[in-house]
């Protein structure tokens, strides 16, 4: 199983960015897709997540109205569109999948989650 992220970046405040995550390696496609941020000093945090079959989203109430996650038609790659971008947005953004269903509202969170390597985004 692989994950790898793209489209990170650095943007002024206000901007827009758009995140990918192409998935490979599942069998059919995982069941849950999120995404993830970390900050320098401070804990992963869940930002997005979707459930590939249903399109069901949740989101960090943080981002709630300004972050858009999708999937395209296979489900095995997610867009996190993130727009009216923060300084506070900054942070290494982690794709994460599971194959377990349910755990959209956990952002896919349990033992059978896989990790990509990160992308940056920086905002300033």
């Known amino acids: 199983v692989q994950l790898v992220e793209s489209g990170g970046g650095s943007v002024q405040a206000g901007g827009s960015l758009r995140v990918s995550c192409a998935a490979s390696g599942y069998t059919s496609r995982p069941n849950c897709m999120a995404w993830f941020r970390q900050a320098p000093g401070k804990e992963r945090e869940g930002v997005a997540a979707i459930d590939t079959n249903s399109g069901v989203t949740a989101y960090a109430d943080s981002v709630q109205g300004r972050f858009s996650l999708s999937r395209d038609n296979g489900g095995n790659t997610v867009y996190l569109q993130m727009n009216s971008l923060k300084p506070e947005d900054t942070g290494m953004y982690y794709c994460?999948?599971?194959?377990?269903?349910?755990?959209?509202?956990?952002?896919?969170?349990?033992?059978?989650?896989?990790w990509g390597q990160g992308t940056q985004v920086t905002v300033s």
């Open positions: 994460a999948a599971s194959s377990w269903v349910g755990y959209v509202q956990a952002f896919c969170s349990n033992s059978n989650t896989k």
